[in-house]
């Protein structure tokens, strides 16, 4: 299944910009950054229990915000795209 | 049906803040802005279309990307969040 995630994290915080990071080279593990602070993951019940428990590891939860969205099987139809194309690596680094 | 909307827009780009306190007072018309640039909206396919149309028209395509996600009636157990429940208004600013 798809599962979205998304993640509010203040990088001029201390600390901010490392968890980014390690947030976005977790997710890449299971899928692909789609924005900034957003990434898709393609992953089963098991890997997914994991990944948030991977994920709430990482993140500071008295200051981010992290939130997941099951978009099951047939994402593909469910999901649309304007504006830039963009790929990002693990860096949050923009490549064209 | 809910709609995710994410929207990644360099703030830093002349026009990039205004662009999205528009995105963001827009989707308000429709639902909640759950993080900084992550909109949940509530609607029916002719509000979706016209709401799509509204956006684009903001936007700058050559430098924004703008993501749609359906998440459908039965969304409530879709979605799971951790860390800070922040409530923003429409200007972005974090309201406690």
């Not at 995630?5 to 490392?18: L, N, P, R």
């Not at 993951?41 to 098991?46: L, M, S």
């Not at 139809?77 to 963009?86: A, L, S």
Request: aromatic content about 8%.
């Amino acid at each position: 299944m798809l599962v979205l995630i998304t993640y509010d994290v203040a990088t001029s915080s201390a600390g901010g910009t490392k968890r980014l990071r390690r947030v976005a080279k977790k997710c890449l593990d299971h899928g692909q950054r789609v924005q900034h602070s957003v990434f898709e993951c393609v992953c089963d019940a098991a890997t997914l229990a994991q990944l948030k428990i991977d994920l709430r590891n990482i993140i500071d939860e008295e200051q981010d915000s992290l939130r997941f969205y099951i978009l099951g099987k047939n994402y593909r139809q469910k999901i649309e795209h304007f504006g830039v194309k963009e790929s990002y690596d693990v860096e949050g680094t923009l490549m064209f």
